[in-house]
């Protein structure tokens, strides 16, 4: 779903308890967005992994929610002049953990940290409505206009 605002554009991606491949639904859905953004190919003043730092951001949020958040409920993109924001809403009121990962071999535990380190900032919003949370992050584009 499309919407733009005075402030920018916003895609949405809701999920129901049926959507299925929602990581791959959500990084497919993001690669779309960037695109028309114009936000894929390098560009002066533009941090150069940018659409691979984003779509990392998403993986890691989607999964998350998948994991430890009952599912995902909602996706939301929102591009803004040298900024853009993705927000994963999920079926959780548990707020997420940053923790060094797991180094014995088990895999996993570090979509956090990633997020932690790839962003500009994140954090959580509660949402007692639903019984969950949003879970987000700003990634800086560089970019001083939305194209």
């Not at 299925?20 to 002066?44: C, I, K, M, N, Y």
Request: glycine share 10%.
């Amino acid at each position: 779903m499309r919407a733009a605002s005075g402030r920018g554009e916003r895609r949405q991606l809701p999920f129901t308890t049926h959507t299925d491949g929602p990581v791959s639904l959500a990084v497919d859905f993001t690669r779309q967005a960037l695109a028309e953004w114009h936000l894929v190919t390098p560009a002066p003043g533009r941090p150069p992994h940018l659409a691979d730092d984003i779509l990392l951001v998403v993986l890691e949020l989607v999964t998350n929610a998948c994991r430890h958040g009952k599912g995902p409920r909602e996706l939301l993109i929102e591009h803004r002049p040298g900024l853009l924001r993705i927000e994963v809403s999920d079926h959780s009121c548990a707020l997420p953990v940053l923790s060094a990962g797991r180094v014995d071999g088990s895999g996993g535990h570090f979509g956090v940290l990633i997020v932690e380190r790839v962003t500009r900032r994140w954090g959580t919003v509660p949402d007692p409505d639903y019984r969950g949370k949003t879970v987000w992050a700003e990634l800086s584009t560089g970019l001083t206009a939305v194209l």
